[in-house]
Structure formats: C-alpha cells, structure tokens
C-alpha cells in the first residue's frame, strides 16, 4: 500500500480485496511534510462503474451530466465517492445504535423570535356532573368529568377499568385497535389508586384514570411492537418518559393500540383497524388505535404520535380531539422513532380540556431527548376568547377539501366575539419537504431495509413504507440540503403571519386535511388542535392508501353520515391560546357528546 494517498493516484486500480486489505490498516502519513491529504484519493472499493451507469443514475436524481462529465465521475468514483459508504458496506462497518440522534438538531424557534407564553398557569374548569346511572355513560364521559368524580370518589378507578375492559372484551373485535391488553396491570394500578385516594393521597386530574398507548410508546417488561412483524416480539426493559409521567400521575395503562406498521396508516402485523362512526372503512392512521378506541369509548384517553398528520387524521375519522403539541414541547425518550426533526407525542381524547389536562402531565424536558427544550404552558379554561384573532385562508375555505363545516366553523369566530383575519402563504411546493422525512425515516429502519426484514410487512403496495424506504436510498444529499434551506423559509413564512403587526392572528383555522397545511406545520413544528365541529356525508369510504382499482372502495346509498371536525394551528408553544378558542368552538358546536352507533 502507498504511504501517500496522493500517491495512490500513480497506482493501477487494485482488486476490492487489496482495497478491503489497505482500508483495514491505519493511513500513515504523507511521505511529503506538509502535505495535505486530497479528495478523491482514498483506496478504490466497491464495484466498478461506468458512464452508462450514471446516464441510468441521471433519471433518478435529474441532474443530466455530458458524456465528459459522465466519464470524469465514473472514472474515480470508486476512490472518491464510494468510500463515503463504507460506514454501511466495511470492511470497517460502525452499527449506530436506535438511541443515537442525528447531530443536527432542529429548533422551531428562529432567532429573534419571542419564545411564548411567558408564564406557567394551569387552569381547569370548575363544573361536575352527576355521575350517570349507566356504565356506558360513565365511559364515554370526559375525562375532566371522570377526575372530579374519582377525586370525590363517587367512582372508584377500579370500576371505571372494569367498565373499560368488559367493553373492550365486547367491542374490540368490530375494530381491531388492541395489540396487547394490559388487564392484570390495569386492575393492580387501578387497586393501588383507590388505596391512595383513599388514604387521602389524590395526584392530581389524571389519578386512577385508564389510558392506552399508541404501540410504539415503550412500556417496561410489556410488549411494544410498533405495529410491524419483525418488532412483534419486542419487550422494553424500561417504560417511555411519557409513560412514566403518566405512571407518575397514578393513570392507569389498559391497552397497547394499534398503529400502522412502523406509523404509517392503519394496517398492522393483526390487520387493519376500523373506524367505529363506519366500520367498512379504516380509523386512519398511523395513531389508529388511539383514535379508534377513544372514539368507541374503550379508553378515557389516549397518547397518539404524529410525524406528518397521524394525529389529525384520525382525529379527523373517528370524530375525536387530537392535540399534537409544538416540536420540542413533549420528550419522545422511549418512543419508536420515524423522523428525528418531525416526530411529535400528543393526547388524544374526547374533549378540548382532556387534551390540555394529559398535555400538562407529561410537557418539557427530561434530560434525554436532545430536541426537548425548557417551555412554558399557560391555559386558563376560564380566560374569555374575545377579540383572539383568527387566522384563514379565503381561497381554502371555498375548495376542497373544506365543507360546510369548516365554513360554519369560520362563520363561528365571529359569533363568539373573536375576529376573522386574511392571511396568506406563497404558492411554493411544500411537498419537497416530504424529501426530509423519507431520508431520515429510510434512516431510522436502514437495518431491516437492508437485511429485507421489511418483506415481512403486510402492507406492499407501492405507498406504503418497504418501497419507500428502498427508493430513498436513492435521493439526493444535496437535495436533502435544498429541502432542509426550504424548510427555513417556511418557517419564516409561518413566523411573518403570526407577527404581520397590529393585525397579526393568534392562531389559524384551517381545513384540517389540506395537504399544504398539515406539511408546513409538520415541518416548522407549529401546534395544531382537531376537534369534532359536525358531521358530513360520505358515499364511498375513506383510505390512506393510494387507490387501487382492483379493490374499490365500498360505496353507500344513502350516504352515511359521519363526524367532521376543523383544526386550529397555534403560535409556537402557545397550545393554551388554541385550546381557549378550541374549547369556545367545542361548546358552540355542541357535538361532542354524540357517539357512534354500536359502542
């Protein structure tokens, strides 16, 4: 082997185990003092290529070279460009462990942003029910009603878990949303509550009351399978920080939900799970577990995750309240990770103020998770909503995927004493930033992408992850850079509506689905909160999955009536503001409170 690299130059090519051979041994130094190392100067290895193959490689990534250029880059690709691989190819492979985050962290707030609210204040409201005659009354009640009544014990954890598992015994196989039951666990932590209570030791809102995980929330010495075949068996020795929060606040865990394999969608390793409001069609996903059993009444609450819309959406299907927090709010420690820069733990439930009471249980750092930072949560249920501004976009409100409820929506603010405001977003292609979450995510599963552990999945079809993350091998770094500047300029976008002056808004509303919407503030991290506004009609059913013409969709005649909600978009870390409004909303609408036929 040469003792320079600029040396190696001189040498013919050498066989891939000669290559294999010299990387293995520690590079000495240049025989010339003081001269530097080179690019493009390192052993050759890999396989040999050609002009041809990168005039193939040209489609992919399009960026057209001339014959020159294709012959130059071929010519010492394997000394220059093929050693960046040899992290994942050897000889001197490095494994990167699950637990190790990418160096680069992302920050929602830009610099000379003011960083909101300026406070910590929590507070509920004050009203109690009578507790209803009827367990299915008791389990369908939110969970700011279940507290009072188990803090002044007319209701016993106890029984409210056994009215959980005797419905989910009976309602579980309509729609598929458990992966693993917790009974014995339950009954033991809902004993143990009563005890305390008891004696006089109440923790607070969420103390003895029973919530399931979405399946990719780690729970000590319980399976947690993230929805995937090659995970199935998978049992953590150490519980998620969320989870010990939640332990912590003496809730009670009953059931692992399900999820879309690796979050992606609604079929799992079991199959698919179903939206209890229209049972030919799936809940959404990925949090489909946690959006079917709220809704079905199986759990008071639930924890969903969301990297691109898997709070929303399912919130959306089954009619339920999903907040998903502001990036950096809530430490994901212990969850299975998709995307570094995007992945978000959020409550799921059945009332504005249920969201915002788990919201406080388990917000700000716990010293592990690099993109957790310190932050301030301010929510008085009792602050009037008057004069909020509220942000919209005039031209989404006319289009789909809006209806007359996000319409009947906008026209509520006004009503309610809040004042609508025009804002406006530039024309850009917002879905280039998807190039992020599919590199990271090809990332975070790299080893079962390239082991095949993949082909395992049960979900094929050309949208769902295997053939994702096969074809992000293939993207652009650069690109990846590009994407990554974009994502920058958005952010100051989404920063120029909300500081545009006297007339700045306070929040949006926006058609929860829209595709533009629900990228940006994925990616600029921004909070957002769904909640039930109505109800429409639907003819056909509903999918995540790209349509498949050789499996259409059931259709419905007469059309089915359905519940639909809207979305509020908050300042960064300003989730009391949009749960003021929310709750406003909430009590305007007044349909919360319907449940779907059969649960």
């Not at 109690?128 to 014990?153: C, G, N, Y």
């Not at 639930?302 to 819309?309: L, R």
Request: with cysteine; aromatic share 6%; net charge neutral.
């Amino acid at each position: 082997m040469s003792k320079s690299r600029r040396e190696f130059l001189t040498q013919s090519t050498l066989t891939l185990l000669a290559s294999a051979s010299a990387l293995a041994q520690t590079p000495s130094t240049p025989t010339t003092p003081g001269a530097p190392p080179a690019f493009g100067t390192s052993p050759s290895v890999g396989p040999e290529v050609s002009p041809t193959t990168f005039a193939e490689a040209e489609k992919l990534v399009q960026f057209p070279l001339t014959e020159k250029d294709r012959a130059q880059a071929a010519g010492n690709w394997r000394a220059a460009m093929a050693p960046l691989y040899e992290r994942r190819t050897g000889p001197r492979k490095v494994a990167i462990a699950d637990t190790t985050a990418p160096y680069s962290l992302i920050n929602s707030i830009l610099p000379g942003q003011p960083t909101l609210p300026a406070k910590n204040e929590f507070v509920r409201t004050n009203s109690e029910a009578p507790l209803p005659a009827t367990d299915e009354a008791i389990a369908f009640a939110p969970v700011h009603q279940l507290s009072r009544w188990i803090e002044t014990r007319k209701l016993t954890s106890t029984r409210l878990t056994e009215i959980y598992l005797a419905r989910i015994e009976r309602l579980n196989p309509k729609i598929n949303c458990i992966i693993t039951l917790t009974r014995d666990h339950a009954l033991a932590q809902a004993k143990a509550a009563d005890a305390e209570i008891a004696a006089g030791h109440y923790r607070g809102p969420l103390h003895g009351i029973p919530w399931g995980a979405k399946d990719l929330l780690d729970t000590a010495n319980i399976a947690t399978t993230w929805g995937a075949e090659p995970f199935q068996h998978r049992i953590p020795t150490a519980d998620a920080t969320v989870t010990e929060r939640l332990n912590a606040a003496g809730a009670v865990l009953i059931a692992k939900l399900s999820l879309g394999a690796l979050a992606l969608n609604d079929v799992w390793f079991g199959g698919q799970t179903m939206n209890p409001w229209l049972l030919e069609e799936g809940s959404s996903g990925s949090s489909a577990g946690p959006g079917a059993a709220t809704a079905a009444g199986l759990v008071a609450f639930a924890i969903g995750s969301e990297t691109g819309g898997s709070i929303v959406s399912p919130s959306m299907r089954c009619g339920v309240t999903g907040l998903r927090p502001t990036y950096g709010r809530v430490p994901r420690t212990g969850a299975m990770t998709l995307c570094w820069s995007l992945d978000k733990l959020g409550p799921m439930a059945r009332s504005v103020e249920d969201t915002m009471l788990v919201l406080n249980t388990i917000t700000g750092p716990d010293g592990k998770d690099v993109a957790c930072v310190p932050s301030k949560l301010d929510f008085d249920a009792t602050t009037p909503i008057k004069n909020l501004k509220i942000g919209y976009f005039p031209q989404w409100m006319k289009e789909a995927p809006a209806t007359d409820v996000d319409r009947a929506a906008l026209a509520a603010i006004s009503t309610l004493g809040m004042t609508p405001v025009e804002v406006t977003l530039p024309d850009w292609p917002y879905d280039n930033l998807d190039l992020i979450l599919f590199a990271e995510a090809a990332a975070a599963f790299e080893e079962i992408t390239l082991n095949h552990q993949l082909d395992q999945l049960k979900a094929q079809v050309p949208d769902a992850w295997p053939n994702t993350f096969r074809q992000s091998r293939f993207l652009s770094a650069v690109d990846y850079v590009q994407a990554d500047r974009l994502r920058r300029m958005v952010a100051r976008e989404m920063a120029r509506i909300f500081s545009s002056g006297p007339n700045a808004p306070d929040l949006l509303l926006v058609p929860s689905l829209r595709d533009e919407i629900l990228t940006i503030t994925n990616f600029t991290g921004h909070p957002s909160l769904t909640l039930r506004a109505g109800f429409v009609e639907v003819s056909e059913a509903r999918s995540d999955w790209a349509p498949d013409p050789a499996k259409p969709l059931p259709k419905f005649n007469p059309p089915r009536r359905v519940p639909h909600g809207v979305t509020l978009i908050g300042r960064l870390f300003d989730e009391g503001t949009i749960a003021r409004a929310g709750l406003a909303l909430e009590r305007h609408f007044n349909v919360a409170h319907e449940n779907p036929p059969g649960f």
